[in-house]
């Protein structure tokens, strides 16, 4: 009775962790999507919640990774809570973890400097100590001799910026040239550049999204209304953490913002190919119907650059996120097969470039 009773409990624990979590995409053959936010907050730093409060966001989230990215130079509860070692929230937040569940937690901190540079978080760390130091290149520096993947936080935030626009400094250039950091967040919280997706694609640097989190997740994001923290998809071999962070360090990533998916073509493709499909219900004299599934959280908001027209719609569609579309098309003469061409407007492949796809549909 008793290994019975331990065997529920297992079951339970582990069903707990595995069944309840949301599928984003179905994922390119041969990759895993780990979703991820790298860049949150604690008691330990600034942020409004204990770090096991992170924990549980990040698993009703159904997120693989998350970094407790606890600033260095700016403790708002010193008075109150003693941090002696400035790696406590991520061993706090790593001790939490069950051995069945998918979430991971990886230890790094926010460097926090005025601009220039201005903040970086550094990622896969082994002891966030050694990183605070008055020289934020110095800093920099001691994050990549312990290998970490660095990367710079909102470039196009209006307190360092004015104008809201990302743009490099002298300093950065510099940290480029020694390349001393990796990537660049194009989406910050509620915030999204195109100014620092050009300076990221020109750069070869990783992009990335993040909800830079301080509260709750739930007051930020209201689910019921459909929004969701920006969450960093990073397209890795497996599910190790060693192919993780060479999948960030290859700039394997895409950003779920909003109702925007923002990447490198070559990434966010073989994933849209993946999660759309188009198949024949049939011809009614020369009107062929077809059905457009979109098996992702993302809506498609497609704009059709094909040589047909449609029976019941412009040239203007939206597949809802996890749902289906029939359109009506008027190909002239019965054929086996056409080819769809379609841009899709909620999808950034650089500024003002929309990804394309053409896919082949047998009639």
């Known amino acids: 009775m008793k290994n019975l009773t331990l065997i529920l409990i297992i079951l339970i624990t582990f069903n707990s962790y595995s069944q309840k979590r949301k599928v984003f995409f179905k994922s390119s053959k041969g990759n895993f999507l780990i979703s991820s936010d790298l860049h949150i907050h604690s008691v330990f730093s600034d942020g409004e919640v204990w770090p096991s409060i992170r924990v549980k966001e990040a698993r009703r989230d159904s997120l693989d990774l998350i970094s407790l990215t606890e600033h260095l130079e700016y403790l708002s509860y010193k008075n109150d809570i003693i941090i002696p070692d400035r790696n406590r929230s991520y061993i706090v937040s790593k001790g939490l973890l069950q051995k069945e569940e998918a979430l991971a937690v990886v230890n ?16 896969f760390i082994k002891d966030a100590n050694p990183l605070l130091n008055p020289d934020g290149k110095v800093a920099i520096q001691e994050a990549n001799n ?23 400094d002298p300093l950065h250039r510099e940290l480029l040239n020694e390349k ?18 050009e300076i990221a694609l020109s750069n070869n640097l990783t992009i ?14 209201k689910k ?3 929004e969701h923290r920006p969450i960093t998809f990073i397209i890795s071999k497996n599910r190790t953490i060693k192919s993780i962070r060479d999948a960030l360090f290859n700039q394997k990533t895409f950003v779920w913002h909003k109702d925007m998916l923002i990447g490198k073509e070559e990434n966010i493709l073989p ?41 019941s719609y412009n040239s203007f569609l939206e597949v809802p996120a996890k749902g289906e579309l029939n359109v009506t098309i008027k190909t002239k003469e019965i054929l086996d097969s056409i080819e769809m061409k379609f841009q899709f407007l909620n999808i950034v492949t650089a500024p003002k470039k929309f990804l394309e796809i053409t896919k082949s549909v047998k009639l």
């Open 146 to 168: 312990q290998g970490a993947f660095v990367f710079w936080n909102h470039p196009n935030w209006v307190e360092n910026r004015d104008d809201g626009i990302a743009r490099l």
């Open 180 to 197: 001393l950091f990796h990537g660049i967040e194009v989406v910050n919280e509620n915030t999204y550049s195109e100014e620092a997706l």
């Open 271 to 311: 994933v849209i190919k993946e999660n759309m499909t188009i198949s024949s219900k049939g011809y009614y004299k020369k009107i062929v119907t077809v059905n457009i599934k979109n098996h992702s959280v993302v809506p498609f908001k497609l704009k059709y650059l094909g040589e047909y027209t449609f029976h």
């Open 208 to 221: 990335m999204g993040t909800s830079d989190i301080h509260g709750l997740i739930d007051w930020e994001y």
């Open 224 to 226: 019921n209304d459909g």
């Open 108 to 123: 790094g901190t926010e460097i926090t400097k005025p601009m220039p540079p201005g903040h970086f978080n550094a990622i």
